[in-house]
Structures are given as structure tokens and as C-alpha cells.
Nanobody, 115 residues
Framework: QVQLVESGGGLVQPGESLRLSCATS????????MAWYRQAPGKQRELVAH???????NYGDSVKGRFTISRDNAKNTVLLQMNSLKPEDTAVYYC?????????WGQGTQVTVSS
């Protein structure tokens, strides 16, 4: 059974930081590309950051220079370090694992940025 479990969300003020974590099980982690998506109320789900199985990264334009995705293959975990948070970063953040035709999602974690 594949599980992706996100943690680390919460309520922060603008300019603060959060680190999200996604712990996986049931997949051969180092063979999967991993990604973080987010969905704000009334908006489509959008890609935040992606890391390939080899460690190459890319980011959505709105988070470049502020967010960093990384992976720990020994712990089967992907992280998202979010700095300089803005109110427009408020959303449910989802972890995604994908390889060829296989894709898996976590249940999501809420991030709220508000003063």
C-alpha cells in the first residue's frame, strides 16, 4: 500500500518560513520523481516544485528564489523549505510521487499566511 503523508503546515505571518515534509512508503522512492503542488480556494491545483529521481529541480514562477525542494532517499522523504512567505502562498499543499504511468498523492497539509 502506497502512502504519502505530509506534515509541517500551519499558520504563519508574512515573511516567515515553514518546512513541509512528505514521508513515503510502499514505493521504491529513489525511482520516483517527487513534487509539491498547491491548491487555493477557488483555484486550480498548481505545481510548486519538482525534483527528479536524479535530483534535478524546477519551480513555479511564483516561488522561485523563495522555496527549495529537496529529497532524502535514505529516509524516503521529500522536503519543501518555504521562506519569505506571502499571503498568496496560502493553500493546501499536496505531495506527489510519479514515475511513468504511476502517480500518487498525499492528503494535503494546510498552509495559511496571514497577519
Amino acid at each position: 500500500q502506497v502512502q504519502l503523508v505530509e506534515s509541517g503546515g500551519g499558520l504563519v505571518q508574512p515573511g516567515e518560513s515553514l518546512r513541509l515534509s512528505c514521508a513515503t512508503s510502499g514505493i521504491i522512492f529513489n525511482m520516483y520523481a517527487m513534487a509539491w503542488y498547491r491548491q487555493a480556494p477557488g483555484k486550480q491545483r498548481e505545481l510548486v516544485a519538482h525534483i527528479s529521481s536524479g535530483g534535478s529541480t524546477n519551480y513555479g514562477d511564483s516561488v522561485k528564489g523563495r522555496f527549495t525542494i529537496s529529497r532524502d532517499n535514505a529516509k524516503n522523504t521529500v522536503l519543501l523549505q518555504m521562506n519569505s512567505l506571502k499571503p498568496e502562498d496560502t493553500a493546501v499543499y499536496y505531495c506527489n510521487a510519479n514515475r511513468l504511468l504511476d502517480t500518487y498523492w498525499g492528503q494535503g497539509t494546510q498552509v495559511t499566511v496571514s497577519s
